[in-house]
Nanobody, 121 residues
Framework: VQLQASGGGLVQAGGSLRLSCAVS????????VGWFRQAPGKEHEFAAV???????YYAGSVKGRFTISRDNAKNTVYLQMNSLKPEDTAVYYC????????????????WGQGTQVTVSS
């Protein structure tokens, strides 16, 4: 199983980025995929998840600014991030879970390597 996160970078506050998570080695359409983030010295923080039906759930800190979506034909999940704030700065990870959606890092079965997002003020 492999998850490849990409799309991170440096952006000014108020700007946008779109992250991608390419998944291989599993039956993608049956998995929930979540995005988590980790700032220096902090634990992994849940951001968003999309389940196999396309149902989504967001952390309060990103709701209304981030949008998660999936393309089952491309085995890819996206995280569109708008109105970015300096506090969104972190390494962003995608993770896959064979089952219901979850906001808990350790309940996932596979994790990607992360992509750095830096938002300058």
């Amino acid at each position: 199983v492999q998850l490849q996160a990409s799309g991170g970078g440096l952006v000014q506050a108020g700007g946008s980025l779109r992250l991608s998570c390419a998944v291989s080695g599993l039956t993608f359409s049956t998995y929930a995929v979540g995005w988590f983030r980790q700032a220096p010295g902090k634990e992994h923080e849940f951001a968003a998840v999309i389940d196999r039906t396309g149902s989504t759930y967001y952390a309060g800190s990103v709701k209304g600014r981030f949008t998660i979506s999936r393309d089952n034909a491309k085995n890819t999940v996206y995280l569109q991030m708008n109105s970015l704030k300096p506090e969104d700065t972190a390494v962003y990870y995608c993770a896959a879970r064979n089952g219901f959606r979850s906001s808990t890092w350790h309940e996932y079965n596979a994790w990607g390597q992360g992509t750095q997002v830096t938002v300058s003020s």
